[in-house]
């Protein structure tokens, strides 16, 4: 499957910003998708996982409350909205999947994902 991220940006603080990854290739509704983020030198960090049938999802804690993961099935497509942006956020976003026989799984370890997208640059700054 091949992931192609999009919607990032510059963003202040306290706004919003939605970015999407579209999967073509395979119907992703046996994948668990990610979204993964790396700022300039750091690792790369867990940000939010959704099941194969979108029924279960996770945050990474810095993100919990703020940003929201969805996805359609329907439109091959992963969504993350992030709201109250805080300058911390500042990152290159990553999408990811996993194929998985299980579809309510959820993954958020970097090394269970087979797939990544090349990444979207999202700026918070005033």
């Known amino acids: 499957v091949q992931l192609q991220a999009s919607g990032g940006g510059w963003a202040q603080p306290g706004d919003s910003l939605r970015v999407s990854c579209a999967a073509s290739g395979r119907t992703i509704s046996r994948y668990a998708l990610g979204w993964f983020r790396q700022a300039p030198g750091k690792e790369r960090e867990f940000v939010a996982t959704?099941?194969?049938?979108?029924?279960?999802?996770y945050y990474g804690d810095s993100v919990k409350g703020r940003f929201t993961i969805s996805r359609d099935n329907a439109k091959n497509t992963v969504s993350l909205q992030m709201n109250s942006l805080k300058p911390e956020d500042t990152a290159v976003y990553y999408c990811?999947?996993?194929?998985?026989?299980?579809?309510?799984?959820?993954?958020?370890?970097?090394?269970?994902?087979?797939?990544w997208g090349q990444g979207t640059q999202v700026t918070v700054s005033s």
């Open positions: 959704i099941s194969g049938n979108g029924q279960s999802t």
């Open positions: 990811a999947a996993r194929s998985t026989t299980d579809t309510y799984n959820i993954y958020f370890r970097e090394r269970s994902y087979n797939y």
